[in-house]
């Protein structure tokens, strides 16, 4: 994984944080589902998004060894994650998008983001440390 597969962007939908959260739930953003996002987890105030692929490397390793590495699929994949966060600012809900993802996958965030007015401010310092307690942010 390279940086320029890193995302962390932050923007506002109109609507409480319940009522975005579900509608992304039962119809997950264009972005992910034209690429085969699934919902893999999900807490009070977000869901993550998986999807797990094979790396030119590790597709000519299964051809190179007739299918035997078949086997191994597995443990060859590579994995996409994204975690859309959901927090109330006043009437509206700031959904914050953090994770590794395609460059396709990026742009067409970036252009959803666009729709609903941009990024607003800096993204949170680290999603990870607001969601750990002692962490300086929480």
Same mark, same amino acid.
């Given at each position: 994984?390279?940086?320029?597969?890193?995302?962390?962007?932050?923007?506002?939908? &109109?609507? %409480? &944080?319940?009522?975005?959260?579900?509608?992304?739930?039962?119809?997950? &953003?264009?972005?992910?589902?034209?690429?085969?996002?699934?919902?893999?987890?999900?807490?009070?105030?977000?869901?993550?998004?998986?999807?797990?692929?094979?790396?030119?490397?590790?597709?000519?390793?299964?051809?190179?060894?007739?299918?035997?590495?078949?086997?191994?699929?597995?443990?060859?994949?590579?994995?996409?994650?994204? @975690?859309?966060?959901?927090?109330?600012?006043?009437?509206? @809900?700031?959904?914050?998008? *953090?994770?590794?993802? *395609?460059?396709?996958?990026?742009?067409?965030?970036?252009?959803?983001?666009?729709? *609903?007015?941009?990024?607003?401010? &800096? %993204?949170?310092?680290?999603?990870?440390?607001?969601?750990?307690?002692?962490?300086?942010?929480?």
């Amino acid at each position: 994984m390279s940086l320029t597969d890193e995302i962390n962007v932050q923007f506002d939908v &109109p609507g %409480p &944080p319940d009522f975005v959260m579900a509608e992304c739930r039962a119809k997950p &953003p264009a972005a992910l589902r034209s690429e085969d996002y699934e919902l893999v987890d999900e807490s009070f105030n977000s869901l993550t998004f998986e999807k797990r692929y094979l790396d030119w490397p590790q597709k000519i390793m299964i051809v190179m060894s007739l299918g035997f590495m078949l086997l191994f699929k597995s443990w060859l994949e590579s994995v996409f994650r994204l @975690t859309l966060r959901f927090d109330e600012k006043g009437s509206d @809900t700031r959904v914050l998008v *953090h994770g590794n993802t *395609h460059p396709r996958t990026a742009a067409a965030l970036d252009a959803l983001v666009a729709e *609903h007015g941009g990024a607003v401010g &800096p %993204p949170t310092p680290s999603m990870s440390s607001t969601l750990l307690p002692g962490s300086p942010s929480s």
